[in-house]
């Protein structure tokens, strides 16, 4: 089945989305949302003071529209300050957000983040908390040219962080001209997300030369990379970049074409570029897809760069622009339908709902957790080829999870979470029937995955939000299948060896401790109905541990007086349980 789907060929849509991008309206009114607020005596000077810095709202039926425009500045100017500032910073303390193992560092261009934090708190924080309210209702568009470009892409990467991972209405950022603003960290970062990732669209045209003011000559490496997706343009046409290699590698062989285009300061003016790729959108030209190629992506790629006018260059090493192109096209493919092998392990995890009610057919037999741990039946040992892929793909989605930036909602969305809370409920008892097999431990503290601790983390975060909470107290819950302590059976299996150690070797205050403790454990959770009936199976080791408890009992190990709320339970009450019709009285003892 795999060799099947990887047959499949893959087709570039770079130009595509710039032809939907161009026949849209969004270009030409975030252009002139910026033209509207450039005047006759815009001079250049210098962009670090916040009061230069213009930032306007546009009205449109269907979204809003707010451009940042800063004065002209000379490239020269740009230049000196084209030093990265790293995330250790302090100037970069509003991005902390967006470290995460993957990138544990990053840095921001100099003048970029120093007129962001100029602006921040005058202008930029009461802009964001208006933008995150309206975002509920209506798209925003965040637009600027050149270091307003910059700002405002900052500035939409400060607000993503702010909206909920549940809103529909995402922000989309158009920048025109805009030079490159963080190094490889940085773009990674954002990468990381790539619903974030698309809410970026930065136009450049072969004769600006600001989009690629940062880079370096072709025998150097330049330490900025791009993020986002770039509509590449020039008089031939445009289309659409995603890969940074291939972006950079274009941008570069645009500026040899041109011997570095125009250098000095941002009077380029993109209304006209955007009419000219208006009018070729109608009247098409068809001369780019005379380039062929048998593979059918590569020749899409060849398309794309024949319309920006590129594919005449000599020496030209066509490789190294379409296979970027298709690592990010086939990580993009994996990344859009995460919910196909998610919906495989339900089906490997209703053979584990099927394979629980088996081992729980009558009274007599053992439960789940203990047909496991002693594997007596063929299907015992087959459920283990389940329990592995199981393992395998909840490891994954929790480690990838686990990467991503430090974001205030839960780093996984609600199905997922859902999901696993499922997985570990399941199939952790298992893992805990393996581990004290053997004579171990101490299983929380010495041999618990990872993955389930994250898991339980991330779900007790989920529900300590008012919104998330749920009622605690149904008599229903033991209608469920699972109980909801997956580490319930490694306090069982403890509790046992307490009892083993009071019995070989006399009262202890520290074993007599820790069984109170126990006590009050399982008391609490069946007042909760948090436990299912299966551990009142005769054969299965909470009741084994009740046997050997009540001969620590008969023996006052306990103390001549004990005499608790769970031992009153366990004289009677607790056949009543499985039925949802004990009512707990609660009342202190």
Not at 279 to 287: A, G, T
Not at 386 to 407: G, I, S
Not at 448 to 471: A, I, M
Request: proline share 4%; with cysteine.
């Amino acid at each position: 089945m795999d060799s099947v789907r990887a047959a499949k060929p893959l087709f570039s849509d770079g130009l595509n989305l710039a032809n939907l991008v161009v026949s849209s309206d969004i270009l030409c009114n975030s252009w002139a949302a910026i033209s509207a607020q450039i005047d006759g005596n815009h001079q250049s000077q210098s962009p670090s003071s916040s009061e230069t810095v213009k930032i306007q709202e546009f009205e449109h039926p269907e979204y809003k529209i707010i451009a940042f425009v800063t004065p002209l500045v000379a490239a020269s100017h740009l230049q000196e300050e084209a030093d990265l500032v790293p995330s250790s910073s302090s100037e970069v303390s509003e991005f902390q957000f967006l470290r995460s193992q993957d990138s544990p560092s990053f840095a921001i261009n100099k003048a970029a983040i120093s007129l962001f934090n100029a602006l921040r708190d005058s202008k930029l924080s009461p802009l964001k908390t208006q933008v995150a309210k309206s975002s509920k209702s209506i798209p925003h568009i965040i637009t600027g040219d050149y270091l307003g470009g910059s700002i405002a892409s900052l500035f939409t990467l400060w607000l993503l962080r702010t909206l909920d991972s549940a809103t529909k209405n995402r922000p989309l950022c158009i920048t025109f001209g805009s030079p490159l603003i963080g190094d490889d960290g940085f773009q990674q970062a954002i990468s990381q997300y790539s619903t974030w990732n698309s809410c970026f669209l930065h136009v450049a045209h072969m004769d600006d030369s600001f989009p690629r003011l940062f880079l370096l000559s072709t025998a150097e490496q330049s330490l900025y990379r791009p993020f986002g997706t770039f509509l590449l343009c020039s008089d031939s046409g445009g289309a659409c970049f995603e890969a940074p290699d291939t972006i950079i590698e274009l941008l570069t062989l645009m500026s040899q074409e041109r011997n570095g285009g125009t250098a000095d300061s941002q009077n380029f003016n993109y209304k006209s570029v955007i009419e000219c790729l208006e009018r070729r959108l109608i009247c098409k030209n068809h001369s780019a897809f005379s380039v062929l190629d048998a593979d059918s992506f590569k020749a899409g790629i060849n398309a794309q760069v024949a319309a920006i006018g590129l594919m005449q260059i000599q020496n030209m090493d066509s490789d190294s622009l379409w296979m970027p192109e298709k690592d990010i096209l086939k990580r993009k493919n994996q990344a859009l339908d995460p919910a196909k092998e998610l919906n495989k392990m339900k089906v490997y995890l209703a053979y584990f709902e099927w394979y629980k009610k088996k081992c729980e057919d009558n009274d007599h037999s053992p439960g789940y957790y203990d047909s496991f741990k002693n594997k007596m039946f063929k299907r015992d040992h087959k459920v283990v080829k389940f329990k592995t892929e199981l393992e395998m793909y909840w490891k994954a989605v929790v480690e990838e999870a686990e990467k991503r930036p430090h974001l205030p909602e839960a780093p996984m969305r609600f199905r997922w979470l859902f999901a696993g809370t499922n997985y570990r409920r399941m199939v952790e008892p298992l893992h805990i029937a393996e581990y004290y097999k053997w004579g171990n431990r101490s299983y929380i503290s010495k041999g618990r995955s990872k993955h389930f601790k994250l898991l339980e983390q991330w779900l007790d975060e989920h529900q300590k939000k008012p919104q998330n909470s749920v009622p605690n107290n149904s008599k229903m819950k033991i209608m469920s299948s699972i109980t909801e302590d997956s580490c319930f059976w490694t306090h069982v299996e403890e509790a046992r060896i307490t009892c083993r150690l009071l019995n070989s070797g006399g009262s202890n205050s520290a074993e007599i401790k820790n069984l109170v403790e126990f006590e009050k454990y399982v008391m609490g959770l069946l007042k909760n109905y948090a436990v299912t009936p299966d551990i009142f199976l005769e054969s299965s080791s909470y009741m084994q541990w009740w046997r050997e408890y009540e001969d620590v009992l008969s023996k006052q190990l306990m103390g001549t007086s004990h005499n608790s709320e769970l031992t009153r339970f366990m004289d009677g009450e607790y056949h009543h349980y499985k039925s949802g019709k004990l009512v707990f009285h609660m009342t202190d003892e």
